[in-house]
């Protein structure tokens, strides 16, 4: 099985300053996908950015970009200019173009500070 | 509006009793997908759908049932529930692009208590 790993449980962040969220993979596949999920204490979930493993440039949308390492296997994701409404539980993913499993990190608590 | 409609969102139930959590979409998706959200796990996949008819397991399907007769419903069943099936439930689907499973597109989650 597909392993993630997001070693950084909880988080603070000044509003306003960027902020890395960190997220390695382990797979040996060279076909996959790489995911970002928002869970605001609401409970739902939403999607930030798709990379996919033979994408040559990082990915971005808005105020998010995934910083792609393929040879060390990190995923991480960059929000910059953080904002309050930020504050929410973040979740890495992954997902095998073959076999069409998901699996997903333990999570990072993100915290803005204003 | 493009949804992922779960129900019940809250349930409390007994140990044994049979209950089943409905799941639906309107977006045409082919791929659909159960979670289970339990503190310091995230979420792990419990089956998953490529369509009609097609299922199969993921990480943690013992206890669970699933069935797709229809493209938009994807039904999650608990035969014989236990404690340890307490937990924050969530469907999912996809569009299913060449590349692999796109992003996956969440319902609201279920919150399950077993006593």
Same mark, same amino acid.
Request: charged content about 20%; overall charge neutral.
């Given at each position: 099985a597909q392993k993630i790993t997001q070693t950084q449980p909880g988080m603070f962040v000044q509003e306003k300053e960027a902020v890395t969220l960190d997220c390695t993979y382990d797979t040996s596949d060279p076909s996959y996908g790489l995911f970002w999920y928002k869970q605001p204490s609401s409970g739902e979930m939403i999607f930030l950015?798709? *990379?996919?493993?033979?994408?040559?440039?990082?990915?971005? +949308?808005? /105020?998010?970009? %995934?910083?792609? *390492?393929?040879? /060390?296997?990190?995923? =991480? %994701?960059?929000? @910059?200019?953080? *904002?309050?409404?930020d504050s929410a539980m973040y979740f890495c993913a992954t997902s095998l173009y073959n076999f069409n499993k998901f699996y997903f990190g333990s999570g990072t608590k993100l915290n803005v500070k204003p | 509006e493009a949804q992922v409609t779960q129900n019940p969102r809250y349930l409390i139930t007994v140990t044994?009793?049979?209950?089943?959590?409905?799941?639906?979409?309107?977006? =045409?998706? +082919?791929?659909? @997908?159960?979670? /289970? *959200?339990?503190?310091? %796990?995230?979420?792990r996949q419990i089956y998953y759908s490529m369509n009609v008819e097609v299922t199969d397991k993921g990480d943690v399907p013992e206890g669970y049932k699933v069935s797709r007769k229809e493209k938009r419903n994807f039904p999650l069943i608990l035969e014989s529930p236990s404690p340890n099936q307490t937990s924050l439930y969530f469907c999912a689907s996809s569009l299913e692009p060449i590349q692999g499973v796109g992003e996956l597109f969440f319902g609201e989650g279920s919150r399950l208590t077993v006593l």
């Amino acid at each position: 099985a597909q392993k993630i790993t997001q070693t950084q449980p909880g988080m603070f962040v000044q509003e306003k300053e960027a902020v890395t969220l960190d997220c390695t993979y382990d797979t040996s596949d060279p076909s996959y996908g790489l995911f970002w999920y928002k869970q605001p204490s609401s409970g739902e979930m939403i999607f930030l950015i798709y *990379q996919g493993s033979y994408d040559q440039q990082n990915a971005t +949308e808005g /105020r998010y970009s %995934l910083n792609f *390492q393929k040879a /060390r296997k990190s995923a =991480n %994701l960059v929000i @910059s200019a953080s *904002q309050l409404g930020d504050s929410a539980m973040y979740f890495c993913a992954t997902s095998l173009y073959n076999f069409n499993k998901f699996y997903f990190g333990s999570g990072t608590k993100l915290n803005v500070k204003p | 509006e493009a949804q992922v409609t779960q129900n019940p969102r809250y349930l409390i139930t007994v140990t044994g009793k049979k209950l089943t959590v409905t799941c639906s979409q309107n977006m =045409n998706h +082919e791929y659909m @997908s159960w979670y /289970r *959200q339990d503190p310091g %796990l995230g979420l792990r996949q419990i089956y998953y759908s490529m369509n009609v008819e097609v299922t199969d397991k993921g990480d943690v399907p013992e206890g669970y049932k699933v069935s797709r007769k229809e493209k938009r419903n994807f039904p999650l069943i608990l035969e014989s529930p236990s404690p340890n099936q307490t937990s924050l439930y969530f469907c999912a689907s996809s569009l299913e692009p060449i590349q692999g499973v796109g992003e996956l597109f969440f319902g609201e989650g279920s919150r399950l208590t077993v006593l």
